[in-house]
């Protein structure tokens, strides 16, 4: 089993629906997680933190279920410019080996 | 203020060779990365340092592999000899402290071996 698996898509959906994306992670030490969004031949940068209590930015929303050990990210009213691949990444502490997932692919049609 | 600075932005060597990258981190950034992301998959972390300190290399093939950050500020990541399967994209990142913050990228090296 892998460390850190992701759905790798692709999810094509229309502008303005609802997506989300599951990650599954192995190691139940993990402290650190976070979504990163990877556009085409672009380096990754940082979606969003996700804490134990759930945060949201704008229309997305990210979930941590330590107990089934996954996390998510849900996009609501996807826009054209959502589409990317976006990462998964779970740490341990702050000196654990950090895990990327292999990224799920999004696009978005008008 | 300044993003990562990787260079080049592309090589490509004939396998056997060797090549050497360079990142300079965001400055008053302590910890750097060095990540292979092959086609279709996710980064994978070869090594970490803290300052000039190595945190993670598990994951660095050492045989072939090899990277340094002598001052605690821009790092250097050599692969000799070159195989095909080294042929990735290599991501340089940097954190203010540790692995719990954001991580910024560089725009990567895209290294093709021929």
């Known amino acids: 089993r892998k460390e850190v698996e992701q759905d790798p898509g692709p999810f094509n959906v229309p502008e303005g629906a609802t997506v989300a994306f599951n990650c599954t992670y192995s190691?139940?030490?993990?402290?650190?997680f976070f979504w990163y969004r990877q556009d085409c031949r672009k380096e990754p940068k940082l979606l969003m933190s996700?804490?134990?209590s759930g945060n949201e930015d704008g229309r997305f929303t990210a979930q941590l279920n330590r107990a089934s050990q996954y996390i998510s990210l849900l996009i609501r009213d996807s826009k054209l410019s959502d589409s990317a691949t976006y990462l998964c990444v779970v740490s341990g502490s702050s000196a654990s080996k950090i895990i990327f997932g292999s990224g799920t692919r999004l696009s978005i049609r008008p | 203020e300044a993003g990562v600075a990787q260079s080049p932005r592309y090589k490509i060597i004939e396998k056997r060779q060797s090549v050497a990258f360079w990142c300079n981190p965001i400055?008053?950034?302590?910890?750097l990365y060095w990540y292979q992301q092959i086609l279709g998959q996710g980064p994978k972390l070869l090594i970490q340092?803290?300052?000039?300190?190595?945190?993670?290399d598990s994951q660095l093939p050492k045989d072939r592999f090899s990277a340094e950050r002598l001052k605690g500020v821009d790092s250097t990541l050599k692969i000799q000899p070159a195989k095909l399967e080294d042929s990735a994209v290599y991501l340089c990142?940097?954190?203010?402290?540790?692995?719990?913050?954001?991580?910024?990228f560089g725009p990567g090296t895209r290294l093709t071996v021929l």
């Open positions: 340092f803290q300052n000039n300190g190595v945190v993670d």
């Open positions: 190691n139940s030490a993990s402290q650190s």
């Open positions: 400055s008053g950034h302590a910890t």
């Open positions: 996700v804490y134990s």
């Open positions: 990142a940097s954190s203010l402290q540790t692995s719990t913050d954001t991580q910024y």
